[in-house]
């Protein structure tokens, strides 16, 4: 019948996939997803948990197969899997399609989060002075967001304002997003 699913998985499974995953532990975490998967296979939020894992590990493929796959399954447009879904795309090489999902993550929720992911494709579009304003102003809306700090720093390097981006590189070691992808 018609109403609202539930998750059939334990949430202590769950839970357990979620410590591992923010541990860093990301093979221990994806053998437990791939457990509740088999028992959920279409659920939304599972199919974007999943899929940020997989961006975590740059396995960049899989990671928009999950993602849009949740895009899909959810009534509406989440401003974090959009997010996530433009960083995949983005790291891919299609730029094109990360920025579209940018902007409409920006008009679903312009947290300092989604912000900062707008600001990121900038730096790597060779436009560092837009985006530090933009990471300026996810910093004015969050002042100790690291990753904020971070990116911005990045974009000073980029255009050359040294001192500043020295300061700001500094966050860095708050920042546990601060990956080689190469």
Not at 37 to 47: C, Y
Not at 117 to 141: C, L, M, Q, T
Not at 146 to 175: I, M, Q, T
Request: glycine share 8%; aromatic share 10%.
């Amino acid at each position: 019948g018609a109403g609202i699913t539930r998750p059939f998985f334990e949430m202590e499974l769950f839970e357990r996939a979620n410590k591992l995953h923010a541990e860093g532990k990301f093979l221990e975490a994806e053998e437990l997803y791939d457990r509740i998967l088999t028992q959920n296979p279409g659920h939304a939020h599972l199919l974007a948990t999943v899929g940020t894992l997989y961006l975590a590990m740059n396995k960049l493929g899989l990671a928009v197969v999950f993602l849009e796959r949740s895009l899909e399954k959810m009534g509406s447009r989440e401003s974090d899997v959009l997010c996530n879904l433009g960083l995949a795309y983005k790291y891919s090489g299609l730029h094109d399609n990360s920025l579209k999902l940018f902007e409409e993550a920006m008009k679903v929720n312009p947290s300092p989060q989604t912000i900062t992911s707008y600001g990121s494709y900038f730096v790597e579009a060779g436009e560092p002075d837009k985006a530090i304003k933009i990471f300026n102003r996810a910093i004015s809306e969050s002042p100790k967001f690291a990753l904020a700090h971070w990116n911005l720093s990045l974009a000073l390097l980029e255009s050359g304002r040294w001192e500043r981006a020295w300061d700001e590189y500094e966050w860095g070691h708050d920042c546990k997003m601060r990956v080689d992808r190469g």
